[in-house]
């Protein structure tokens, strides 16, 4: 079935080109120029898109503030920011705002396709596995994920995690313990066509470690490997 892209790009020309690249490779795609259509076009869909492609700098309120609005709204959308200068780029790596992934301008429309589809596959792929589903939950001491709902329980209290956030904490459930290179988390986590930077991994442990560490700054259960990776100690 083919995704539908909401696009909120201010600058025409850079807009033009997104969507016809998008159309061109099947996309349905819906534009917008400024974050308050995005916003506005979103809710007139009914929150049916499968991803949100947002240009950071915008002249009413900005991309950051965008992709939280629709994050609050929808855990599950995949979330792109795109972003002029490689501060933006910082911007987006220190934020806790929810984005799945973010695209450094200039781009070619082969790195676009790419992100896209392999976003879009995740997505895709975390929309239907809830009915090929056999196990309903993960448990990893206080911490119970539910495959279903993709909600984290931790001792009674829920914690909403975005679609990313979601399938580290299950491949780490999965692999308690075990030490893993950033490159093999990318892998396992984004697919093995993400084209992207491995900081994108550093980025969603700093986020999941505010909601699943009492000190996230002294993490307990999310571990950095030093000069390899991340792990999941399982606490009991
Ligand atoms: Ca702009």
Same mark, same amino acid.
């Given at each position: 079935m083919e995704k539908k892209v909401l696009v909120c790009e201010d600058e025409t020309a850079i807009r033009d080109f997104i969507v016809i690249n998008l159309r061109r490779n099947g996309f349905y795609v819906i534009e917008s120029d400024s974050g308050e259509e995005a916003l506005r076009k979103y809710d007139e869909e009914g929150g049916k898109i499968d991803i949100a492609l947002l240009d950071v700098m915008l002249p009413g309120i900005d991309g950051f503030e965008v992709c939280k609005e629709i994050r609050a709204r929808n855990k599950s959308i995949g979330i792109i920011m795109l972003s002029a200068k490689s501060q933006e780029v910082d911007k987006v790596t220190g934020l806790t705002l929810g984005a799945d992934d973010y695209i450094a301008k200039p781009f070619s429309p082969s790195e676009l396709i790419a992100r @896209?589809?392999?976003?879009? $596959? $995740?997505?895709?792929? %975390?929309? %239907?596995?809830?009915?090929?589903?056999?196990?309903? %939950?993960?448990? %990893?001491?206080? !911490?119970?994920?539910? @495959?279903?709902?993709?909600?984290?329980?931790?001792?009674? $209290?829920?914690?909403?995690?975005?679609?990313?956030? !979601?399938?580290?904490?299950? !491949?780490f459930f999965q692999n308690p313990g075990i030490a893993f290179e950033r490159s093999r988390i990318l892998q396992k986590v984004w697919g093995e066509t993400y084209s992207g930077e491995e900081k994108i991994v550093d980025v969603n442990i700093r986020r999941l470690r505010i909601k699943v560490e009492e000190d996230p700054s002294s993490p307990k259960n999310l571990l950095t490997v030093w000069g390899m990776g991340y792990k999941w100690e399982k606490r009991d």
């Open positions: @896209l589809d392999a976003l879009g $596959r $995740r997505v895709a792929i %975390s929309n %239907s596995s809830t009915e090929a589903m056999v196990k309903e %939950s993960l448990t %990893s001491g206080d !911490f119970t994920l539910n @495959l279903i709902n993709h909600e984290l329980n931790w001792n009674g $209290r829920r914690i909403e995690l975005t679609q990313t956030e !979601f399938q580290l904490l299950e !491949f």
